[in-house]
Structure formats: C-alpha cells, structure tokens
C-alpha cells in the first residue's frame, strides 16, 4: 500500500465516518467524549485511530493520520517487508538475465517480448527463491522438532549439489532426485515433516538451492 | 596357531592376523603406553621411516615417531572440545547427547591430559538455560577446565551470563613454559541498535553463519591494546598458544569465517619465534601457517560444516566429507601435544573415523612432509 | 483365527503354496533331529534341498548385470558339475576331523540354512563365539564372515575345516585325505576342473553349489512388482518405517542390483558392548599392539574369547572398526533366528528393542545409531514386514518362527529401554553425569 492510496483511503474513511456522524444512529450520553471525535478506520477494518472533531482538515493532518494507520498497520503485520529481510541477510542469487530478448520474438506464441514481461518473469522467479531462502534458513518453517535448520549443515546451501542428481543415495538405499534427498534430511537431521513434492515449500527449497549453485555444470550419478 | 605343532599350509584366521600384525611391527621397538586415543597417521610416518609395510590404519602412540627420529619428546597434552551449541534438552536432546560423548572421551583419556580447553559456542542461542546446561555438563569433566567464548554464547545478553559462569572473557595464563592467551575474538560493531532489535533478534541474526546483516568478527582496538601489554613482558624465545573462536585470518567473509582485525593480532604475535593459534567456529579440519604463526581448527561436538568455496589455505589437508546419515561424521575434540620446544602436534579426534594428526613438522615445513592422509571424498 | 504375517488365515496359504507345482515346501512335521549338535539328518537334508532348489536360473526382478558379475568368476565358472561336487562336499562329514560335521550341520537346511543357536557348536562340543550365518544368498554378499575378513565364498569355505574348534582338521592335506575314502571324488574333482583333487578346488565347488542357494522370492518381491496385497497392511507399514522414521534402509538397502538388504559395510550397532567390558577390551587390544613383539601373547590374545568381540578391527586395525560387525542381510531373516553376531537377539522384537533405544552406549558406537521413538505399533509393523522378507518355500517354518518369537517376546523383552527410545534419557547421560543424569528438562537446576 503506498501513501497516496493510503491518504485516499483516509479521506473516504474521514467522509465516511463524517457522513455517520450526521445519521441518526443513538450515542449513549455516558460514552461521549468531552470534546467529540470521530474514529478513523483503516480498510483492514480493524486498524483504527481517534481523530478529535476540531481537528482542521488540511493536508498536513490528513497525512498525519494516514502515517498513524500505517504505522499501526505494520506493527501488526510485520511480514510485509519480508523479502527485501531475506535478500539483505541472505543474499540470493539472482535469475538470468533475459533482456536480451526484450524486443524480440514475433507471433501469437511468444508475442513481442517487453520489458514488463522480462520483469514478470525475474520477479516472479526470484520470489520463488528467496521464498525458498527463507523456509531454508528457518527450523519452524521446516516443521523441525528439533529448532534444526538447513543453513546448521549448509550455510547459503552450500554442499548440497543438486547438479549431482539424480543419483544412488546410500542413505535413501536408492536412486534419489534432489527433492527426495530434501526430504531426507527434513525427515532426520531437521526432524521435520517430509513435505509433499508438489508442496509450494518443498518447490521453494529447490528453487533456493538450484539458484545458489547456478552456473555450475550437471554432472548426474557424481558420488 | 594349531594343535599338531606344524605350520598348516592354508593359516586359520587368526595366524593370519597375528602375522599381519608382526609385519607392521618388526622394526619398531621400545613403544610407550600411551592413551587409545592416539594417532594413526603418526604410526604411518613412523612405519615408512623404518621401511614397515604401507599400513595406513594400524595404531601407535603418538612419541613413537619421535622415539624413531631421536628427537625431543613431547612436554605435556591438553584436550579440547568445541562448538556444542546446546538448546535445552527438551529442545534438542541430539546436540546434549553429542556433548556429553565428548566429555566422555576426555574423561577416559588415559594418561588425563593437563587440561581441558572449551573453544567457545556452548550454547546455541545464548539463552541463560543453555549455557547453565553446559555449564552442569562441564562439570563432569575431570581434568582442569578452562573456557572460552564464542558468538553464540554472547550476543543475547552481551556476556552477562557467560562473565558469571565462566569469568571474563579474555585472559592469560601460563602452563609449563608456555604463555597462554584466550581472546574474545567474536566482537562486533554494532548492527543492532540502528535497526532496533531485541536481544533475540540480535542473537538470531549473529547465530545465522550466512547472515550478512552482522559485522565481521574481530578482536577490536582494546583488546588489541590490552593483548599488547599482556605480551610486553613475555620474552620473545616463550613459545605461545593463542586461543581464539575466530581464525585469527581471513578466509571467508560470508561466512564469518573472518577476523576483520587479524593483521593487527598477527602483528604483535609476530616477533615470538613459536606461535601457535588454536581457534573454533570452523567445525572442521583447518590447517594454516602465516609467517611464524602456525593455525589449527577445533571440531564441533555439534554439526560439521563444508569447506567454504573460496579462501582454503592450501595447507589444509581436508576431512573426509561427512556422511549425512551419520550424525556423528566430521564431529569429535581432540587434542594438542606440546612439544618441549613449544610448537604443537594436533590431533583430530574425529568420531567413527581414524584420527587425523597434524603435526606441527608439517607446517613448519611448509607441507613438504609429514602430511596428513588425504580424504576418500573432499567437499563439493 | 489369528491373522497371519501375510495377511491371510495360515490354512490358505498352505493350501496355496501346495498347488505350486515346482517349489513347494514340504509340510513341517517335527522331525526328530539325528545329526549332532540338533542337525536334521544329512540324507533327510539332501531330500528337502532337491524340493527347494530345482533348477538353476536367475530369480526373477535381479539385475542381469549384478547376476553375471556374480556368477561368471573367472576360473571358477558356475557349471553343473562343479555344483554337484560342491553340493556333494557340503554334506559329506569327513570334512570334519572326527567325521561328525559337516557343513550342513551348521548350515542345516531344514533351519533355514544356519542352526537356530546363539553360537556354532564344532567338534568335541567346542562352542564357538560367532552365530553361523545364513547360507541362503551368501553369493550375494561382497564379504563373508561376520568380520569380513573373507573375500569370497571360496575363501570362506576353507576356513572352518581348519579350524580347530570348529571342523577341526589340523591342515589341507588332513581334509583331503580324509576325503579320499571316498573313490568317487577324483572322478568328480576331473569333471569339475580338469585336475586332481585340491583343497582350493574343494573351496571354489563348495561355492559354486552355494551359488544355487538363492531365495529371493519373498511377499515383498511380489509387492515390489506391483501386487498390493501380497504383503498385509502392517508389514506395507513397516516397509515405510523402514524407509523413513526406523531408519533400516540406510544400512540394510534393498533394490534390484543389491537385493538382500546390506551395504555390504561394517558398524559397531552397539551389540559388541552389551556383554563384557568393552572398552577395557578394546584399550587392551590397543596396548597389545603397541607391544606386539611376542608373537605368542598376541596370539593368545587374537584367538582369546573376548577380543572377538572387536570384529572387524581385528582385520583392519581401523579405530573406526572396533567393534564394528558387518551389516546381515535380511532376507529370510524370520526363519534364521537368532540375530546379531553373537546370536544374543532372540527375537526380531528384540532386534527393535536394540534399535530402537539406540543400541549399547559405548565410545564407537556408529554415529548412524540413535534413538528411534518408535512406538510398540510401530515396532509391531516393521517386525511384520521383516517377516515378509522370507521365501515363500519356507511359509510354514516362517509362520512357526513368527508365532513362537510372539509368544517369546510377550513373556519377555529384556532389551527394551523405553525412556532411552522415547529420549527421556539421552547416551551417555548416565555414564557421564551419573544415576539422575540431567533433570527432566534439560535445564540446568
């Protein structure tokens, strides 16, 4: 939510709230605020703030009282910024670059290729990881019994060559994909719940730590 | 052996394993007892130097190469154990019981070493309980104890629990003709308070190896200045062992595998001709030698870690690439022989495995001999 | 009636397996042992090995690959006149020295190819220290004895007849000779291998008959090949359990190319620490190598009781190894009870019991061996599934087993620890902190 659509918001809020004033809804005489005021609530219609009736309608406070609800707003949602969180402490690598591409193509299949498209796409893609990073890097996110997380045994998912699959894995007894090695390690190291494959945190993981070893040529069945 | 008295043709098991034996040994005499808990990569240069068969796995006290080579024997052994990172056992029973193997080893240890050196990150996330668990562990341990701190152990409460458990966290002492100095070699600028963090928020952040929002590890200014003072009045011919959590070099930043002041410690550690410093927070066998001063890793009782992907002095003779279904591979303590010329043999003991000795020959040569033996599986 | 491991009342199978025309089991009758040390009679083995085994061929779902590399060894290719004399050799006591034992007579067909004790009893009542493991499949394995410390079935089968507690021969020339009162042999020996007979080819044809003994044709094959009801809801359990939270796999892995359920390495499980003081054992054997001048006290000590209990260190010298014993195969293991190296595991609730506490605390305790938390279901359902694991030639012995080890392990499991499976107590708590250990928490007081 950015400030001009928060200010709107208030605004309607404040008309609102202004327009009720004015029905003909009973106020018990106990409650009254000496002054009066009026309560301003955020969309999320819970976040509220108590804005007196003498207040001038300027601006200034319009925005004072929009900068309120946002405060308010993130102290109670605190995950909102939690990729930009995961990218500072964690570092995740980034996709390709398509740009190149940007431009190019012809046709109903791929159509021309804009830059929207190629943000699209790296966005949507970077998001996958650094969700991935963030289920990584954390014991509760993985079910762990144990508060054991992937990064104990694998900081930045190092030493976990995923090029090296599909391969035998001794501790599995048989051929293993990455998932399945993922799955493993939840099951004893981390002492978690496996995860299914399709799993949006199981998917998550694997975007991670492909990304971290990008670059780095497949080599199926290395012991 | 058998009942006729006559040499069969086809040996029973048993003469077989008797003549194996006798093969290895002919050649070496006068062996000491010594603690099981002793080297095999020693018994190998040994064997190779009085021309015995390639046995790389056989077991010999650690002196006898030197018992070989006529040089001076060894003057005292401490043991050690590090990085247990404990949560309540209720938590994690898996990194108590690791612990508490260890302490199990030190105390078996036969002769007992001098004493017993904790490198730092007893607990995990710097929680009073954690450290007092250990604290109750430690106990148990018979040799002399003496501690140090490591980042896990520090960064909820700033050292206040640590301080009143263990003492302060830098200090000296001397053992033997050797200087001892322990470091808190953990500090940190402050990152915390800009963003307003709590005590946990902190500890999390510093407990995250890859966590790049924490400043690099090092000794600071008035460490720096109090170690000076401390090494005023030490001659320079006095052999020294630092003890420090961080490598006391530079290996790899992102994992704060790094001591951002480290040119500084080295410089006034530099005009000792024997220095050796033995560090923690690695979890592995680490091996470095920079100028005079020789550098060796401590094994965490708790989780192995890779070797980082860039930065590996080239000394470094890797440990085998854990086993991920053994939860005990690439774990252990070990211990340090001091030679009566002040520089160190260290030995690896590393669970389920031989042991891994380094010794300090190896560095002093530059590598050129007495290397250890090489890993089966190196690290991706 | 009481359901059975396979999921079907035990009358119906007998009836089932009746009506397969080629491999049937015989009915189990009890047959009064007339051999020594409990043996069926050698001829009555014969005649039930002939009903079991009737051709030799590659069972089906085994990789051709792993099957040649088996069989092609070279100078010892597998023939039918080389399994004759190899057959005929195993059963024949003279290879014993007062001409009691045979191989069968540990290896007794009718007790799943082993002898159903603790340790093997050789001539003159000796008893050994070692529990004989199954012939069925040996050829499979890449070690044979329970320390490894022979390469090969031919190797392995020259051993006993010179041990002295065991057959008792004083030598090959001994063996030999006993072996040529009998004016069949040379005839047999010439066919076989184009020579007069030696002790070296009385190993490679003992092997190569024991390369027939393969019986891999259990429930779980058939469910492995996609028929779901071929084993019973709890043993299909117990295969997820050992795939997952029991933790079997990592050790007894089993698929096409390495289908009897052994990494083929060797681990210290804990069983080694259980009777004796093992780790002044194990200090002993240590010192005794740093002082191994005399070759006799070494001896001694090699062939001494105790130091068996070091198992694999004692052929390479390892750290790593002391006390460490190779990982058994599973198939068949319902009917070759009893369990671990020194047979000391009655039960396959036993076995559970062991695991699942975390074996026997010791300093080389395997870092792979932890406490399970399984619970008494749990253990019920992988102890089902192992019992799927037995050829389906031997239903009514497996059935037999898995009642009477029931009704054992209802009287009695006495290697059951419960607060260190469920990780109440953790190892070495006791030992390093004493009889209160930490309190309950964890948490210091």
Known sequence: MNNTAFLALILLASALAAKADQSAVPQPSAAAPASGSKTVKLCDNKTTVQVSNDLPKTRAEGQKISDSLMAQWKASNPNNSWM???????????????????????????????????????????????????????????????????????????????????????????????????????????????????????????????????????????? | MNRSGKMPHTKSVETRHVEE?????????????????????????????????????????????????????????????????LYVKKTNERFVRQLLRAVDDVNNLNPQPDFVFYGGDLAQLGRKEELDLGAQILKSIKAPLHMMVGEHDWYFDMGQRWNELFGPQNYSFDHKGVH????MSVQ??????????????????????????????????????????????????????????????????????????????????????????LHGHTHQVLTNRIGNIQFHGMLSTAWPWPYAPQGLPPLTVQMNRPNPFDSNDGLGDGSVTVHADGLVDKLYNLWNRNPMQVKASYLSSGGKSDAPVAPTLASY | MKQSVWGHPPGISALIC????????????????????????????????????????????????????????????????????GRKLYFDTRLSKDGTLACATCHDVSRGFTDHRSVSEGIGDHLGKRSAPTTMNAALMQS??????????????????????????????????????DPAYP????????????????????????????????????????DNQAMSPAAQRGLALFNGKAR????????????????????????????????????????????????????????????????????????????????????????????????????????????????????????????????????????AFMFALTDTRFVAENEAAFRAQQALAAKNRPFRDNALAHREVVPFELRVLGPTGLQKTGEAP
């Open chain 2, 188 to 277: 940190e600028k402050d990152f915390w308070t800009a963003r307003g963090m709590s005590p946990a928020e902190r500890m999390h952040t510093v407990a995250g190896l890859d966590n790049a929002v924490q400043s690099a590890f090092e000794v600071g200014a008035p460490q720096r200045e109090w170690l000076r003072k401390d090494l005023e009045k030490v001659p320079t011919s006095t052999p020294l062992i630092v003890f420090s959590h961080s490598p006391l070099y530079k290996l790899y930043r992102p994992w704060n595998f790094w001591t951002d002041d480290a040119e500084d410690v080295q410089a006034l550690l530099q005009r000792f001709d024997r220095v050796t410093v």
């Open chain 1, 84 to 223: 930009q969180e995961e990218i500072e402490a964690h570092q995740i690598t980034v996709p390709a670059d398509n740009t190149k591409l940007i431009g190019t193509g012809q046709s109903s299949t791929y159509g021309t290729v804009t830059p929207q498209d190629v943000q699209v796409w790296k966005n949507e893609t970077y998001k996958t990881a650094v969700y991935g990073s963030s289920v990584f890097h954390s014991g509760d996110k993985l079910g762990s019994e144990i508060a054991v997380s992937c990064d104990m045994c694998h900081p930045r998912a190092a030493n976990t060559h995923p090029e090296s699959y599909p391969k035998f894995q001794p501790q599995l007894g048989r051929v293993a994909l990455l998932r399945d090695m993922i799955n493993w390690c939840i099951e004893h190291p981390v002492r978690g719940k496996v995860l299914a494959p399709d799993d949006p945190k199981m998917r998550a993981l694997e975007a991670y730590i492909l990304a971290q070893r990008k670059g780095v040529a497949l080599d199926y069945g290395k012991r």
């Open chain 3, 248 to 383: 079997c796999v990592s050790c007894h892995m089993i698929n096409s190319s390495n289908p009897i359920g052994t990494d083929n390495l060797f681990h210290n499980i804990g069983v080694s620490a259980r009777k004796q003081n093992f780790e002044a054992l194990a200090g002993q054997a240590l010192r005794a190598l740093n002082q191994s001048n005399n070759t006799e006290a070494l001896d001694k000590l090699a062939i001494q009781t105790d130091m068996s209990e070091l198992g694999r260190f004692l052929v390479t010298k390892n750290r790593g190894d002391i006390g460490a014993f190779k990982t058994e195969q599973l198939r068949n293991v319902g009917i070759t009870a009893p369990y671990m190296h020194d047979g000391t595991l009655r039960t396959l609730w036993d076995v559970m019991d062991h695991y699942n506490k975390g074996g026997e605390t010791n300093p080389y305790l395997d870092g792979g061996i932890e406490p399970l938390n399984l619970s008494e279901h749990e253990i019920d359902d992988v102890v």
């Open chain 2, 21 to 85: 034996r006798e093969e290895l040994f002919r050649g070496l005499r006068n062996l000491d007892r010594r603690s099981f808990l002793k080297v095999s990569t020693g018994a190998l240069a040994a064997a190779a130097a009085v021309g015995a068969t390639n046995h790389f796995h056989s077991f010999l006290p650690v002196n006898v190469a030197y018992a070989a080579e006529g040089a001076a024997l060894p003057g005292f052994t401490f043991a050690y154990i590090s990085d247990s990172h």
């Open chain 2, 180 to 183: 001892f100095v322990v470091l």
């Open chain 3, 144 to 181: 044979q004895f329970w320390d490894g410390r022979a390469p090969s079935l031919e190797e392995q089968a020259k051993l006993p007849i010179l041990n002295p507690i065991e057959m008792g021969h004083p030598d090959a020339a001994a063996a030999m000779a006993a072996l040529s009162a």
């Open chain 3, 18 to 85: 009746l009506a397969l025309a080629s491999n049937a089991s015989l009915s189990v009758a009890a047959e009064p042992a007339t051999a020594p040390h409990g043996a069926m009679a050698i001829p009555a083995q014969e005649q039930r090995l002939d009903k079991l085994v009737t051709r030799f061929a590659p069972p089906p779902g085994i990789d051709p690959v792993a099957w040649a590399t088996i069989y092609m060894i070279a100078g010892n290719e597998t023939t039918p006149d080389r399994i004759a004399l």
């Open chain 3, 187 to 226: 005839g047999l020996f010439q066919k076989a291998y184009g020579r007069a007979p030696n002790y070296d080819d009385l190993g490679r044809a003992i092997a190569s008959f024991e390369r027939t003994l393969i019986f891999l044709q259990a429930p779980f094959d058939r469910f492995a090949a996609g």
